[in-house]
């Protein structure tokens, strides 16, 4: 079954960036999305379609999607965006679905 | 508002079965895929299972045959039939929102999610 690897953690500075990378397989042949998840509740989808805002998603927020390897990037990190972090794919092959194993961000 | 609102969740035991709904409302449910996404306490999330808005259905390796997905448009419920329980399926489970389709596919809308535990 295809997988999705994130770091378990990225620590960063306000006002700094962020960056989260999710590894796959020919990821950049797929589509990446990432999810924000804040502790007791639900994920909150940031990025779509490799690059692309939700309506209400800060600008700060930014993806890209290229080789093995789809990269989130939270520019002038601030406290609310501490949070666990998940990309997901589809997989075609399979018809399922793939979220990435997480990354909590900690903005200190 | 668009709102996605779970139920059916509990204790059973290992073998047994529940069956989850999702009442959704502020959206055309009939338009939209739609999924469920399950997350162990202190784990990560795992997609479970999804139905085009055409009722074709997609599951998880680790569900197939187990559990099936339906939606019923003119109630603007979706539901999950879990049989065969096992602890590892224990978790909390999510409605999810489709957005996109074929490769772009993902989830744009969750609900709060209902409690499964799997347990003697």
């Known amino acids: 079954s295809y997988e999705l690897t994130q770091p378990p953690s990225v620590s960063v500075s306000p006002g700094q960036t962020a960056s989260i990378t999710c590894s796959g397989d020919k990821l950049g042949d797929k589509f990446a999305a990432w999810y924000q998840q804040k502790p007791g509740q639900s994920p909150v989808l940031v990025i779509y379609q490799d690059t692309r805002r939700p309506s209400g998603i800060p600008e700060r927020f930014s993806g890209s999607n290229s080789g093995n390897t789809a990269t989130l990037t939270i520019s002038g990190s601030q406290a609310p965006d501490e949070a666990d972090y998940y990309c997901?794919?589809?997989?075609?092959?399979?018809?399922?679905?793939?979220f990435g194993t997480g990354t909590r961000v900690t903005v200190l | 508002e668009v709102q996605l609102v779970e139920s059916g969740g509990g204790l059973v035991q290992p073998g047994g079965s529940l069956r989850l709904s999702c009442a959704v409302s502020g959206f055309t449910f009939s338009s939209y895929d739609m999924h469920w996404v399950r997350q162990a306490t202190g784990k990560g999330l795992e997609w479970v299972s999804g139905?085009?808005?055409?009722?074709?259905?997609h599951f998880a390796g680790s569900v197939k045959g187990r559990f099936t997905i339906s939606r019923e448009n003119a109630k603007n419920s979706l539901e999950l039939q879990m049989n065969s329980l096992r602890v590892g399926d224990t978790a909390v489970y999510y409605c999810?929102?489709?957005?996109?389709?074929?490769?772009?596919?993902?989830?744009?809308?969750w609900g709060k999610g209902t409690t499964v535990t799997v347990s003697s």
């Open positions: 139905i085009d808005t055409s009722g074709e259905t």
């Open positions: 997901q794919a589809w997989d075609s092959s399979t018809a399922e679905g793939v």
């Open positions: 999810a929102r489709g957005k996109g389709s074929g490769r772009t596919r993902c989830m744009d809308v």
